[in-house]
């Protein structure tokens, strides 16, 4: 399988000319499976060059792609609004993620759309959407085999495990340690991957100061991954 990183950074986009190298949008993944099957992770302000990247790449040939989001937080999927094969008929998506409390999946998606907080709602996005609900659980699409578990982070965030093309992927955001069976479950996600993407939003200096926020820092996922 093929990996692009659109958008790495956490909370905000940072489009400042000192982050430049790792760029500055927020979390997206895109993944190529060897048979052309295309696969989302987050939908950051980093799915925005993804879908200008998607157009001119299939023309006006159908696009389709599922869309495996870890958590709700903004930063996650504040660039679905901007996503422009979205807007076109002929396209389709199917949003993968956990409810949360009462809500659906698509509730959460829909209402960032909602009056007064954007123009326009998810009805004028014309592409054939729909929205599924897993949980930690293992499950086969198309060749792609995915596994997913709860990550330690404020309302909840799914960390994934994808096995495909007989490599491993971990894609593990937003996840603070410190709780003895949430360590562990990352550390079975994560075991015999090839690639592990982790957490690593502060400094462990900056760990002290940040407690409860739900993040983790580079010390932690070196322990994970050896």
Not at 94 to 120: C, I, K, N, R, W
Request: charged letters at 25%; hydrophobic letters at 30%; one cysteine or more.
């Amino acid at each position: 399988m093929q990996l692009r990183f659109w958008g790495v950074r956490g909370s905000t986009p940072t489009p400042t000319a000192s982050n430049l190298r790792y760029g500055g949008n927020t979390p997206c993944l895109e993944l190529r499976t060897k048979s052309g099957n295309l696969f989302i992770l987050d939908c950051g302000t980093g799915i925005r060059p993804l879908g200008h990247a998607l157009e001119k790449e299939f023309g006006k040939k159908p696009i389709k792609a599922r869309i495996f989001l870890t958590h709700y937080h903004w930063d996650h999927i504040q660039g679905i609004p901007f996503f422009t094969p979205l807007y076109h008929p002929q396209n389709q998506f199917l949003f993968h993620s956990y409810e949360f409390y009462d809500g659906s999946v698509q509730q959460a998606l829909e209402e960032q759309m909602t009056d007064p907080y954007f123009p326009v709602d998810m009805s004028t996005m014309r592409a054939h959407r729909h929205f599924f609900k897993i949980e930690q659980e293992r499950i086969a699409y198309d060749e792609l085999v995915l596994r997913s578990t709860r990550l330690n982070h404020p309302q909840g965030c799914l960390g994934y495990r994808i096995e495909c093309d007989g490599k491993v992927l971990v894609y593990a955001t937003d996840n603070e340690p410190g709780d003895r069976a949430g360590d562990e479950a990352v550390r079975r996600l994560a075991d015999g991957a090839d690639t592990l993407i982790y957490d690593a939003q502060y400094t462990p200096e900056e760990m002290k100061r940040y407690r409860a926020w739900g993040h983790s820092n580079w010390k932690e996922g070196v322990r994970i991954a050896t």
